[in-house]
């Protein structure tokens, strides 16, 4: 699912198509051969995910206790919530009853509001919060680090009540934080050839002629998402939301018509499959450690 969030901004941010990457280049030769082994083990479901972000926050909230501080799980996102930022709204169920998804947007917002955390820690001393901030997030003191495909690195601390309930769920917590991170990061690598991809671009163009006879005259499914908020400028918020909704709607039905969706999603495993090839440990060790948490999550 990874292009559904990824050609969204790579468009907005005119990425530009390139001819090679590093996965082509610099890559041992043995892993694509053992990516090529044995039959390849599976994502999770959406709904998998929710039951893993779940238990990640029992066992953050039962560390916290343990270190002193009280501590209300955050609220975890509902499997259609999920489909929040996809490159094309192609589920017309959902458009009818989420639009865009701005009840999700506005549960949010008030979340980072009125979250019982936010002032439980607002109310602590200086000196509390420092301590309660450690015992959450760690501290950078000794970093776990891992390089990215597409260049750069990111680190995240070993330590603290976040770091202790992943290590519980995935088994290694380095581990996970590097093969995460490497298959999370691989979208620049391909996005940027799924952009110039006649395939694609023959069904966005077929997509804006159905929206254009629809009376909904977009190029493509970015512009409505660059649009967005000049769309319901100066509405109440019960307009906007029915506003929204019937664009939503009319986008999802002509990208079912013309196939836009599932075009999208056929070229976004194809080339995601071709680059994994060239990361075969990291795509191992990450579904296989996602799947150990879901069983581990499933015994809390």
Not at 43 to 56: F, G, H, N, T, W
Not at 87 to 115: C, P, T
Not at 211 to 226: H, L, N, T, V
Request: glycine share 6%.
């Amino acid at each position: 699912m990874l292009l559904l969030v990824a050609l969204t901004s790579c468009l907005a941010a005119g990425c530009s198509p390139g001819t090679g990457s590093p996965a082509d280049h610099d890559r041992p030769q043995q892993k694509k051969a053992a990516y090529a082994q044995g039959p390849p083990l599976r994502d999770l479901s959406p709904a998998e995910e929710v039951e893993i972000d779940r238990a990640e926050q029992d066992l953050v909230t039962q560390c916290m206790q343990r270190q002193g501080f009280r501590y209300w799980a955050l609220p975890v996102l509902s499997v259609p919530a999920r489909k929040v930022g996809a490159y094309v709204v192609d589920d017309i169920a959902w458009a009818r009853q989420y639009g865009y998804g701005r009840s999700f947007d506005n549960a949010a917002q008030k979340a980072n509001r009125d979250h019982p955390d936010i002032t439980y820690v607002k109310a602590l001393s200086k000196k509390e919060r420092v301590r309660y901030s450690r015992a959450l997030n760690g501290t950078f003191t000794d970093p776990i680090t891992t390089e990215l495909p597409s260049g750069g690195s990111v680190r995240t601390p070993r330590g603290g009540c976040y770091a202790e309930a992943r290590e519980q769920l995935y088994g290694d917590y380095a581990t996970w934080f590097h093969a995460k991170k490497t298959v999370t990061s691989l979208t620049p690598l391909y996005v940027p050839r799924i952009l110039k991809d006649k395939r694609l671009t023959n069904s966005v163009a077929a997509w804006s002629r159905c929206m254009k006879a629809a009376g909904r005259p977009f190029e493509s499914p970015d512009a409505i998402r660059r649009e967005r908020e000049n769309l319901i400028r100066g509405m109440t918020e019960e307009q906007a939301l029915r506003s929204e909704t019937a664009l939503a709607v009319t986008e999802a039905e002509c990208a079912r018509q013309t196939s836009l969706g599932k075009t999208a999603r056929a070229l976004e495993a194809e080339y995601r499959d071709k680059v994994a090839r060239d990361y075969a440990e990291e795509f191992t060790a990450y579904r296989q450690m996602r799947l150990s948490a879901l069983t581990r999550a499933r015994s809390l």
